[in-house]
């Protein structure tokens, strides 16, 4: 089971942390990512990461604002997201079991926390 948490409402270039809480000790195996759905829209590709935390990948339009990270101690991984845009507003949610960009490729599903960025 994942749990996402930290969405919410921010301005334009504000800031927020997500996490994603996972029950199992097994997740510490498992690639990870983060995926948004805005209204109308399907689901993208925003992060991933590998198990250990030392290989990542981002989507081309949050290169350079968003950080994805993990502390297996506490079966958790993060998105730190800075300099929000409007366009950020959306569902995320977090995966686990694969770091592709494909979101078929992952076994396990949160139930998403909403981020909605003002202008």
């Known amino acids: 089971q994942l749990v996402e948490s930290g969405g919410g409402l921010v301005q334009a270039g504000g800031s927020l942390r997500l996490s994603c809480a996972a029950s199992r000790r097994t997740f510490s195996m498992y690639g990870a990512g983060w995926f948004r759905q805005a209204p109308g829209k399907e689901r993208e590709f925003v992060a991933a990461i590998n198990w250990s935390g030392g290989n990542t990948a981002y989507a081309d339009s949050v290169k350079g604002r968003f950080t994805i990270s993990r502390d297996n101690a506490k079966n958790t991984v993060y998105l730190q997201m800075n300099s929000l845009k409007p366009e950020d507003t959306a569902v995320y949610y977090c995966?686990?079991?694969?770091?592709?960009?494909?979101?078929?490729?992952?076994?396990?599903w949160g139930q998403g926390t909403q981020v909605t960025v003002s202008s």
């Open positions: 995966a686990a079991g694969s770091i592709t960009k494909n979101a078929a490729n992952y076994d396990y």
